[in-house]
């Protein structure tokens, strides 16, 4: 099985973080678009991690039960998990309501070895 050492990791997780700059984070359940948030840029990749600065928060667009996410940098759209702990992208609560203000805790994005 192949693997890369932490330059490597380091180098791929930087250029996630290029790509996916200024991309639009929604958090979702199902298909439906509960939140959509726009990134402002990533921190240095350490240790093969990039952690999403912070942003703005967001007024919710749906009510439901955030159950993934996705974000989405013109074509390019990568998957993620979504939780209040251990997860991608984490948030203090998974319930969202319509019209609520609305942010997200952290998004870190890790290139395995």
Known sequence: ???AN????????ND??????????????GATVLADYTLAGFAA????????????????D??????GATLTAGT?????????SGADVTIND?????GVTSNFNSLVV????
Do not use: C, H, W
């Open 16 to 29: 996630f973080a290029a790509d996916y700059a200024t991309a639009s984070l929604k958090i979702l359940d």
């Open 45 to 60: 990749a350490s240790a093969g991690s990039v952690t999403a600065n912070a942003v703005a928060s967001v007024t919710n």
């Open 76 to 84: 390019q759209v990568y998957t993620l998990t979504v939780g209040t």
């Open 94 to 98: 998974l319930d969202f309501i319509a």
């Open 1 to 3: 099985m192949s693997s």
């Open 6 to 13: 932490t330059a490597e990791r380091n180098a791929r997780a």
């Open 110 to 113: 890790t290139v395995p070895a």
């Open 62 to 67: 749906n009510t439901g039960t955030a159950d």
